[in-house]
Nanobody, 129 residues
């Protein structure tokens, strides 16, 4: 079992920044990929970014490239999502999730929610115009 706790959400104005944290505990050695997803009311869950923790490779949705950065602190078992230049369309509940996959699988399927085994409870991000 892996437990995930997200934090760092909040309300900001458009153009602002937030940094989300995903703290992992439990059998973290059984995972090598951590992804961030978001879900707005009435919409499907969307993959935002992921990091392959074995080598730090990162992946992003086109909608957030150049604005969001995913990073990891192995000593703290924590993955961060730095979100800059936020837009109202970024408003959603943000979740982190973990998976174990080959590098090729991560590179081709990181954005698919079904690939992930454990999920956090989510943290709300609200961006006002």
């Amino acid at each position: 079992q892996v437990q995930l706790v997200e934090s760092g959400g909040g309300s900001v104005q458009a153009g602002g920044s937030l940094r989300l944290s995903c703290a992992a505990s439990g059998r973290t050695a059984s995972t090598n990929c951590i992804g961030w997803f978001r879900q707005a009311p009435g919409k499907e869950r969307e993959g935002v970014a992921a990091i392959y923790t074995d080598d730090g490779s990162s992946y992003y949705a086109d909608s957030v490239k150049g604005r969001f950065t995913i990073s990891q602190d192995n000593a703290k078992n924590t993955v961060y999502l730095q979100m800059n230049s936020l837009k109202p369309d970024d408003t959603a509940m943000y979740y982190c999730a973990t998976a174990w996959a080959s590098p090729r699988r991560v590179s081709t399927s990181w954005f698919r929610a079904v690939e992930y085994d454990y999920w956090g409870q989510g943290t709300q991000v609200t961006v006002s115009s």
